[in-house]
Nanobody
Framework: QVQLVESGGGLVHTGGSLRLSCAAS????????ISWFRQVSGKEREGVSC????????YYKDSVKGRFTISRDNNKNAVFLQMNNLKPEDTGVYYCAAGRENPYGNNHCLASFLMDYWGKGTRITVSS
């Protein structure tokens, strides 16, 4: 019954901002990082940002550092991705994902193959 639902996608101009939301339900039996991935036609899905459920540490793809900020609201079981100064290369379908974490080991929440659950995605188009 795990469900991840993304919202907040749309069309913006270069330099604009968007905030993505991921509403998660059913992730109560373990530790899960929540991650954002994106995919464009002809390319593999890439990790954009993620946040640990263990210590709240955020992680970012190099190309979005300083522009994107990930945060979580534990009471509402939601994760947000604030995206500022958007660029055309940020265009793509953005997916929310949840990956189980090990409290006693290294975790790689930007690796798509380690994710256990996926949302259906929301499209972001940044026009130039």
């Amino acid at each position: 019954q795990v469900q991840l639902v993304e919202s907040g996608g749309g069309l913006v101009h270069t330099g604009g901002s968007l905030r993505l939301s991921c509403a998660a339900s059913g992730l109560t039996s373990n530790y899960y990082a929540i991650s954002w991935f994106r995919q464009v036609s002809g390319k593999e899905r890439e990790g954009v940002s993620c946040i640990s459920s263990i210590d709240g540490s955020p992680y970012y793809k190099d190309s979005v550092k300083g522009r994107f900020t990930i945060s979580r609201d534990n009471n509402k079981n939601a994760v947000f991705l604030q995206m500022n100064n958007l660029k055309p290369e940020d265009t793509g379908v953005y997916y929310c994902a949840a990956g189980r974490e090990n409290p006693y080991g290294n975790n790689h929440c930007l690796a798509s193959f380690l994710m256990d659950y996926w949302g259906k995605g929301t499209r972001i188009t940044v026009s130039s």
